[in-house]
Nanobody, 117 residues
Framework: QVQLVESGGGLVQPGGSLRLSCLVPRSIFSIGVMGWYRQAPGKQRDFIAM???????NYVDSVKGRFAISRDNAENTVFLQMNSLKPEDTAVYYC???????????WGQGTQVTVSS
C-alpha cells in the first residue's frame, strides 16, 4: 500500500540542472531515513544521498558539491537537486525510505535522468 511517487527526471545537457521530487505518504515521512539511489544500464543500484529525519545528510563522493538532498516536512517530500550534471550521471534514479519504526524499506518507481548533448 505504500507508494513513493517520483517526478522530475528527463533529458538535460551537460552542465545543466534537474530537481527530482519524491512524494512520501505523510504517515511515514517523519519516521524514515530518506535516500536517493541510481542505477545505470548494466550496473548495480548505487547509493547517492540520504537525509535523516533531523536533517543529517550524507553523499557518495562522486556527487559531493553537485547534488543536494533536502526534505520538506510540510509537504512530505524529499528532493534531490542535481547541478553541474555530467553524462556519467545518466541513470534511473530511485527514491528510498527506510522506516525506523517498522524497519521496512520502500522504493519509488524510478525516474530516468539522461545527460547528453
Amino acid at each position: 500500500q505504500v507508494q513513493l511517487v517520483e517526478s522530475g527526471g528527463g533529458l538535460v545537457q551537460p552542465g545543466g540542472s534537474l530537481r527530482l521530487s519524491c512524494l512520501v505518504p505523510r504517515s511515514i515521512f517523519s519516521i524514515g531515513v530518506m535516500g536517493w539511489y541510481r542505477q545505470a544500464p548494466g550496473k548495480q543500484r548505487d547509493f547517492i544521498a540520504m537525509i535523516t529525519p533531523d536533517g543529517i545528510t550524507n553523499y557518495v563522493d562522486s556527487v559531493k558539491g553537485r547534488f543536494a538532498i533536502s526534505r520538506d516536512n510540510a509537504e512530505n517530500t524529499v528532493f534531490l537537486q542535481m547541478n553541474s550534471l555530467k553524462p556519467e550521471d545518466t541513470a534511473v534514479y530511485y527514491c528510498n525510505h527506510r522506516n525506523i519504526v517498522n524497519l521496512r524499506t520502500y522504493w519509488g518507481q524510478g525516474t530516468q535522468v539522461t545527460v547528453s548533448s
